[in-house]
């Protein structure tokens, strides 16, 4: 089945650094790539995807591009914002329709 | 747009009871229906899926007959957790899905906090 690998937290930062979550996947066909952002007792919200191989999601400053040669979608974020603080879920979705999720990586961004 | 509600927020019960949690897709109709379930610091774990007007396909190790999911029309889909115990308190989460395959994308509603005392 589909699987997903993403870093490990927390990832503590200082605002304004440089941010790259990395994610891996594995996926039969092709799959469409998600990250994911869950703030403190909410649900998930879209941050970005990717549906194409080379394909680079963007929002609020967060990109990603699909890799499909290294299965790769790192999220990076050039300067990040106390207000970035979270827990961030690469995704994958494959031929069935269902998302596979990483384990997520807590943010903290600290002044 | 693509906006998903859950309710109730959160809710307390005492074991035994039964709990409904109703997903609502409020400004789209959607394909599919899936219920998640999050512990404490832990990844989404998909409970099951479900598509309106037949029954849902749960995942391995989900219990059916206790995790019942009635999926009524395109834009409602519920949750009953039958005779709840401590163990079943967790964060529901739902989402309904359009596309089909690798072009499903999915929107998440906020979540339920379940606690069972």
């Known amino acids: ?111 | 747009g693509a906006v998903v509600s859950q309710h109730p927020s959160w809710v307390i019960c005492k074991s035994g009871t039964s709990v409904k949690i109703e997903c609502r897709s409020l400004d789209f109709q959607a394909t599919t229906m899936f219920w998640y379930r999050q512990f404490p610091k832990q990844s989404l774990m998909l409970m099951a899926t479900s598509n309106e007007g037949s029954k849902a396909t749960y995942e391995q190790g989900v219990e059916k007959d206790k995790f019942l999911i009635n999926h009524a029309s395109l834009t409602l889909s519920t949750l009953t957790v039958t005779s709840a115990h401590p163990e079943d308190s967790s964060f529901y989460i739902c989402s309904a899905g359009v596309g089909a395959g690798p072009y499903n994308e999915q929107f998440f509603g906020p979540g339920t906090r379940l606690t069972v005392l």
């Open chain 1, 1 to 111: 089945g589909d699987s997903v690998t993403q870093m490990e937290g927390p990832v503590t930062l200082s605002e304004e650094a440089f941010l790259t979550i990395n994610c891996t996947y594995t996926a039969t066909g092709y799959p469409s790539l998600f990250w994911y952002v869950q703030y403190p007792g909410e649900g998930l919200q879209l941050l970005l995807k990717a549906t194409k191989a080379d394909d680079k999601g963007s929002n609020k400053g967060f990109e990603a591009t699909y890799r499909k040669e290294t299965t790769s979608f790192h999220l990076e974020k050039g300067s990040v914002q106390v207000s970035d603080s979270a827990v961030y879920f690469c995704a994958v979705t494959g031929t069935a329709s269902k998302l596979t999720f990483g384990t997520g990586t807590r943010l903290q961004v600290t002044l």
